[in-house]
């Protein structure tokens, strides 16, 4: 008996007990990782992998999902950002680059995982140069305090795409906005830029004049690029005289078609209209409810001129006499900044204010641009293929260079309606490209629209661009799943 009591002991011969299993190794780190482990040591409390912080920087504004990313970092210099693309580079860990995330085709979701670089903490201007018309600014710098720091000079940067987008974000997408028709997009008004490429090299792009024949156009190469090349950092910017009178004003229409004839003869006359928005009558009614204006909820025109006091006055009386030509009119117009702030301010929410129509719903915001000379007919056949497919969506549009924009407010429970919209949405864009123009006059690619791009460009503009991507980021870790696939 003693014997088989010891014989049960720990150790002994015989045991009713298992012997415990032997230590697990712990799983080796991932590169992400073991990127990761560097960020938080290195950045401290400017790193974070918290759940919350990572969905914020992912997709949020439209249906598309919401892809976070492992970790984000917010550098506060050119040198920190190629830290993190350095290491990033080391261990091929992708790289999103982060502004204030107001893009709407999924352009700073991370498919693949990665670190997401928010540059919201670049907030410097680092040089306003008021004799040469020019500045330079970080890229978290945003377009209303750009112009809040260039008040005192006389001196303003037009480029207004409604949301208080990043400069650093507004030149990766080729933003326009309202004022587009006049001053031009993002590609007209960047004079050069200071990018880190995916090897975490810092580069410059070029100078401050104002042109340069000086090799291949690097500085264009990387506007409108959506962060797949390299991550900006610096933006050299036009600037431009504060004008001496502004005049702004709407202009009701019988018709959309009305209204977007008027607006092709306004430009075809030459009459230099500094912006001219469109509203349909679903639009303004929506605006009406969020903003507490009384316009009348009819397809109307929002116009702005700028000049001298009478260069500005007779511009709008001209645009008055096209106007009526159309059966628009009265054509009131003001000239107090309050007054035209209000009205602005409404045009810019318009987004926003068309859940009014429909509480509850999802907005999926949608862009096209056309030729002017199809404007109308491309704006009517929307208009009439919305009504058939039984959907809501109001429209509003830069309709001085033919681009013009869809919310389409959709009911996500609802299977056949997502159907429709999604239907709606694909008929959209071909009709556009169709007529000669593109899936996206402003919005950009992102995830969404990169479908689109076979119908839009020929096989082998397609295939430059997928020799550009891999030539400049062999290991594809910046922004990667946008715009093409290599």
């Known amino acids: 008996m003693a014997d088989k009591q010891a014989e049960s002991l720990p150790g002994g011969a015989w ?12 799983p080796a780190p991932t590169a992400v990782d073991t990127v990761k482990t560097a960020l938080a040591a290195r950045f401290g409390n400017r790193y974070s992998a918290n759940e919350s912080v990572r969905e914020q920087h992912g997709h949020t504004l439209t249906w598309l999902p919401n892809q976070k990313p492992d970790a984000v970092v917010y550098p506060q210099t050119t040198e920190e950002v190629a830290e993190i693309v350095t290491l990033c580079a080391q261990h091929k860990v992708p790289v999103i680059p982060f502004g204030t995330g107001t893009s709407l085709e999924g352009h ?36 209303k305090e750009l112009n809040e720091a260039l008040r005192h000079t006389g001196l303003f940067f037009p480029i207004d795409p409604g949301a208080d987008a990043s400069i650093g974000g507004m030149a990766s997408t080729r933003a326009s906005g309202t004022n587009a028709v006049r001053y031009g997009t993002m590609k007209e008004n960047v004079l050069a830029l200071k990018v880190v490429t995916p090897s975490g090299e810092i580069m410059k792009t ?23 090349l390299g991550l900006i950092t610096e933006i050299t910017l036009k600037l431009y005289g504060l004008p001496e009178a502004i005049t702004a004003g709407i202009c009701p229409f019988p018709s959309v078609k009305a209204a977007c004839d008027a607006t092709i003869l306004t430009i075809q006359s030459g009459l230099p209209v500094a912006r001219i928005e469109l509203l349909d009558e679903l639009s303004v009614k929506a605006v009406n ?18 000049g001298t006091d009478a260069g500005a006055k007779e511009q709008a009386e001209r645009f008055g006499e ?27 929410d318009a987004y926003w204010a068309c859940f009014t129509l429909r509480p509850g719903a999802k907005a999926i915001a949608t862009d096209v641009c056309v030729p002017i000379s199809r404007l109308a007919e491309c704006v009517e056949q929307t208009k009439a293929d919305i009504a058939a497919s039984g959907l809501v969506g109001p429209i509003v549009g830069h309709v001085g260079d033919g681009n013009f924009h869809v919310n389409l407010l959709v009911d996500m429970t609802d299977e056949d309606e997502i159907a429709r919209a999604e239907g709606f949405l694909e008929r959209l864009v071909l009709r556009g490209v169709d007529m000669e123009g593109t899936c996206t006059g ?3 690619v992102g995830q969404a629209k990169m479908k689109y791009l076979p119908k839009e460009h020929d096989p082998a503009a397609l295939e430059m661009m997928r020799t550009l991507k891999r030539a400049l980021d062999p290991d594809g870790i910046m922004n990667p799943g946008k715009v093409v696939e290599v």
């Open 442 to 444: 402003e919005h950009g």
């Open 108 to 143: 700073v979701n991370a498919p693949h995982g990665g670190i997401c670089v928010d540059t919201s903490l670049m907030k410097r201007i680092v040089a306003i140069n008021v004799d040469d018309l020019d500045c330079v600014a970080e890229a978290g710098v945003t377009r």
């Open 322 to 348: 096209i106007a009526a030509d159309f059966g628009g009119g009265p054509f009131t117009w003001a000239s107090k900044t309050e007054d035209r702030t209000k009205l602005w301010q409404a045009r810019h």
């Open 15 to 26: 045991s009713d007990e298992p012997p415990p299993p032997p230590p697990r190794e712990p």
């Open 289 to 306: 409810l969020h903003s507490k204006l009384g316009l009348p909820e009819t397809p109307l025109l929002l116009v702005e001129f700028h």
């Open 206 to 228: 070029a100078r401050r004049a104002r042109k340069s024949s000086a090799g291949y156009d690097l500085t264009r190469l990387f506007v409108g690029a959506e962060g797949t």
